[in-house]
């Protein structure tokens, strides 16, 4: 099936979604170089992940703690999502909600009723949130995941990120801690989950110096956030891009790995 892809324009932006996957690829204000990455519409098929813009990852995070769930990173990306409200409530902002229950998508590894709404408002800032919910039962089904966000850079070696913390587990290195200076940058392949405590409102800049511009993150209800770069080798190796995309792209991620979901989380993104 052929991918749903609107390119929606309003007084602030422009920016396009595929409704199948509930899944903004891209979102540029105006002014502004786009802030989201994507992958080529080449690369995009509804029978794999959309590499790109900011796709959920959900009810778990990579292959899950026990590391044996598939597919990667859940099963919420992969299904077809009911597009619920669509209305453009200004000249200058959209609203869009979307919805997901355990009756259009399951898994064995995921025997819990459910109800997720993903709302995004897309104007001169761009906000996402997740909620979780029970379909039937009285509480919150546990869960993990990610709002995988993409972000879109000039030159990834130009590029300086402020505001993830000063300690970061590292997942190519043994999962070992790892002091931070307060700006991190990226010299080769990256993964690293920056953990926090309870009820943490984190602010992020990414610094896109190519690009002249500071990217403005701010994440809700997460208990980490992951910053990811493929760099060359894993890069060049990626079948639903080009060579050289690496470049051009980091992962900055609201998260959900060292504690569940609690009901919501919320992604923020402006530009300066």
Not at 107 to 112: C, E, G, Q
Not at 211 to 227: E, F, K, W
Not at 228 to 242: A, I, N, Q, V
């Amino acid at each position: 099936m052929e991918a749903m892809i609107t390119t929606y324009q309003n007084d602030n932006c422009t920016f396009r979604i595929c409704h199948q996957r509930a899944q903004i690829l891209s979102w540029q204000p105006v002014g502004h170089k786009d802030v989201l990455w994507c992958t080529d519409e080449q690369f995009i098929s509804l029978d794999k992940p959309i590499r790109g813009g900011i796709p959920l990852c959900w009810p778990w995070f990579a292959k899950g703690e026990s590391g044996d769930m598939t597919p990667s990173h859940g099963f919420a990306r992969l299904a077809d999502w009911t597009l619920i409200t669509d209305e453009k409530i200004n000249a200058g902002a959209h609203h869009l909600v979307y919805q997901l229950n355990d009756e259009q998508a399951s898994s064995p590894h995921y025997p819990h009723d459910f109800v997720l709404t993903l709302e995004y408002l897309i104007g001169e800032t761009l906000t996402m949130s997740l909620m979780v919910q029970a379909r039937q039962s009285n509480s919150v089904p546990p869960s993990f995941g990610a709002l995988h966000s993409y972000f879109n850079l000039g030159d990834i070696e130009q590029t300086a990120i402020e505001g993830l913390g000063r300690q970061s587990i590292d997942n190519l290195d043994d999962f070992n801690r790892v002091d931070e200076p307060e700006q991190v940058t990226i010299e080769g392949p990256t993964e690293k989950r920056f953990p926090y405590g309870k009820n943490a409102r984190q602010q992020i800049q990414i610094h896109d110096k190519a690009n002249q511009r500071r990217i403005m993150v701010t994440q809700n209800g997460h208990s980490d956030t992951m910053l990811w770069s493929p760099w060359t080798e894993t890069g060049r190796s990626l079948k639903d891009t080009h060579p050289d995309a690496y470049k051009h792209f980091v992962c900055v991620e609201a998260t959900a790995i060292s504690r569940p979901i609690q009901g919501h989380m919320v992604l923020q993104v402006e530009v300066l």
